[in-house]
Protein backbone atom coordinates (compact mmCIF):
# COMPACT_ATOMS: atom_id res chain seq x y z
CA UNK A 1 0.00 0.00 0.00
CA UNK A 2 1.34 3.47 -0.73
CA UNK A 3 0.76 6.53 0.91
CA UNK A 4 -1.66 7.63 -1.35
CA UNK A 5 -3.86 5.03 -0.95
CA UNK A 6 -3.34 5.45 2.83
CA UNK A 7 -4.46 9.43 2.54
CA UNK A 8 -7.10 8.43 0.78
CA UNK A 9 -8.72 5.56 3.29
CA UNK A 10 -7.97 8.34 5.75
CA UNK A 11 -9.94 10.87 4.37
CA UNK A 12 -12.79 8.93 3.51
CA UNK A 13 -13.15 7.84 6.98
CA UNK A 14 -12.89 10.82 8.56
CA UNK A 15 -16.20 11.99 7.40
CA UNK A 16 -18.84 13.51 8.99
CA UNK A 17 -20.98 10.68 8.31
CA UNK A 18 -18.66 9.10 11.08
CA UNK A 19 -19.83 11.62 13.59
CA UNK A 20 -23.34 12.23 13.08
CA UNK A 21 -25.65 8.94 12.10
CA UNK A 22 -28.69 8.91 10.20
CA UNK A 23 -31.66 10.20 11.19
CA UNK A 24 -34.13 8.04 12.75
CA UNK A 25 -37.80 9.86 13.24
CA UNK A 26 -40.46 7.87 15.48
CA UNK A 27 -43.74 9.35 17.20
CA UNK A 28 -43.08 12.97 15.91
CA UNK A 29 -39.45 13.05 16.85
CA UNK A 30 -36.64 13.50 14.91
CA UNK A 31 -33.36 11.51 16.78
CA UNK A 32 -29.72 12.22 14.77
CA UNK A 33 -27.09 9.82 16.93
CA UNK A 34 -23.53 12.28 17.39
CA UNK A 35 -20.11 10.28 18.13
CA UNK A 36 -16.81 11.62 19.51
CA UNK A 37 -14.33 10.46 16.68
CA UNK A 38 -10.55 10.64 16.76
CA UNK A 39 -8.06 9.46 14.36
CA UNK A 40 -4.02 9.30 13.44
CA UNK A 41 -2.20 7.92 11.47
CA UNK A 42 1.68 7.84 10.78
CA UNK A 43 3.95 6.44 8.19
CA UNK A 44 8.00 5.69 7.22
CA UNK A 45 10.54 4.53 4.98
CA UNK A 46 14.10 4.11 4.62
CA UNK A 47 16.67 4.48 2.32
CA UNK A 48 15.88 1.16 0.24
CA UNK A 49 12.21 2.25 -0.13
CA UNK A 50 11.15 -0.08 2.38
CA UNK A 51 8.36 1.62 4.60
CA UNK A 52 4.70 1.32 5.75
CA UNK A 53 2.26 3.37 7.16
CA UNK A 54 -0.81 2.96 9.03
CA UNK A 55 -4.23 4.75 10.17
CA UNK A 56 -6.48 4.16 13.20
CA UNK A 57 -9.66 5.42 14.27
CA UNK A 58 -11.80 5.24 17.29
CA UNK A 59 -15.89 6.81 17.84
CA UNK A 60 -17.62 6.77 21.12
CA UNK A 61 -21.13 7.57 21.32
CA UNK A 62 -21.99 11.25 22.57
CA UNK A 63 -25.56 11.37 22.64
CA UNK A 64 -28.25 12.59 20.37
CA UNK A 65 -29.80 15.95 19.05
CA UNK A 66 -33.84 15.33 19.54
CA UNK A 67 -36.08 17.30 17.52
CA UNK A 68 -39.70 18.14 19.09
CA UNK A 69 -42.24 19.93 17.80
CA UNK A 70 -39.08 22.65 15.39
CA UNK A 71 -37.70 22.77 19.21
CA UNK A 72 -33.66 21.36 19.07
CA UNK A 73 -32.87 19.76 22.49
CA UNK A 74 -29.20 17.88 23.62
CA UNK A 75 -29.23 14.32 25.05
CA UNK A 76 -25.91 13.64 26.46
CA UNK A 77 -24.98 10.14 26.54
CA UNK A 78 -24.28 8.95 30.15
CA UNK A 79 -21.87 6.78 31.16
CA UNK A 80 -22.04 4.54 34.11
CA UNK A 81 -18.38 3.96 34.00
CA UNK A 82 -17.55 7.85 34.96
CA UNK A 83 -20.85 8.14 36.94
CA UNK A 84 -19.30 4.95 39.07
CA UNK A 85 -15.63 6.38 38.94
CA UNK A 86 -17.31 10.43 40.07
CA UNK A 87 -19.60 8.39 43.36
CA UNK A 88 -16.06 6.65 44.41
CA UNK A 89 -14.12 9.77 43.93
CA UNK A 90 -16.65 12.03 46.33
CA UNK A 91 -16.97 9.12 49.02
CA UNK A 92 -13.44 8.67 49.55
CA UNK A 93 -13.08 12.31 50.12
CA UNK A 94 -16.11 12.49 52.33
CA UNK A 95 -14.23 9.39 54.62
CA UNK A 96 -10.93 11.36 54.42
CA UNK A 97 -13.06 14.39 55.99
CA UNK A 98 -14.81 12.09 58.36
CA UNK A 99 -11.53 10.42 59.48
CA UNK A 100 -9.74 14.20 60.12
CA UNK A 101 -12.65 15.14 62.22
CA UNK A 102 -12.77 12.52 64.42
CA UNK A 103 -9.03 12.80 65.44
Excluded: C, H
Excluded at 1 to 10: H, I, K
Excluded at 35 to 56: I, L, M
Excluded at 57 to 73: E, M, N, Q, W
Aim: no cysteine.
Amino acid sequence: MNVDELLSGAQESMSVKQVYGEPIEKDGVTVIPVAKVAGGGGGGSDTEGNGGGGFGLAAKPAGVYAIRDGVVSWEPTVSPIKMMIGWQLVSMFAIFVWWRLRR
